[in-house]
């Protein structure tokens, strides 16, 4: 990943690709590897030296990614690791690339340095728009930092598709 500083990022919506799901090795802390081999089994992980991580099936994707058809679906949705909440974002106490002055945020009266992986296809680039500003990069710190569960502008607004089968069982 070369980042690029928040300061260069226009603006920042998940459009549901899947690409994080697909290129990435998702880093999880260990809680999180805990209740994943809790919940889905060691199949559902991976380990590297020094890393724990989301387990990957044998085409590279993330264990948990579906697709509904062409639309790519988290099978982790009510328990997302953190690395994949904050996504294409980091999130750091400190500066830890380039220029700081680019990445500095003030936010809850703390200095964060928010760096954007611009690989993501969501992202736009120049001059940030006051909701990027105010609204998105507050939330993802939020979250980064475990104050919020709940996300809505740094989460995809991709809705699946309702199964009727599914409702028919019900009937």
Known sequence: ?????????????????????????????FAEWISIIKNFGEGAIARAPG????????????FFLNHLGNT????????KPLACKIWPFKVFDEPKFGDECQ?????RDRKFYVYVDPSCTGLH?????????????PEFI????GLRQNQYYSTSKTRMPV???HLRAHE
């Open 51 to 62: 890393r724990l991580l989301l387990g990957k099936q044998n085409n590279g994707n993330c």
């Open 1 to 29: 990943m070369n980042p690029v500083s928040w300061r260069n990022v226009k603006s920042w919506n998940c459009v549901g690709c899947g690409m994080c799901c697909k290129d990435y090795h998702v880093v999880l802390n």
């Open 72 to 79: 790519p679906s988290c099978g982790l949705q009510h328990a």
């Open 142 to 145: 939020d979250v980064a930092l």
């Open 103 to 107: 990445a500095l945020y003030v936010y």
């Open 125 to 137: 680039q120049g001059k940030p728009t006051i909701d990027f500003k105010f609204k998105i990069l």
């Open 163 to 165: 199964s009727y089968t």
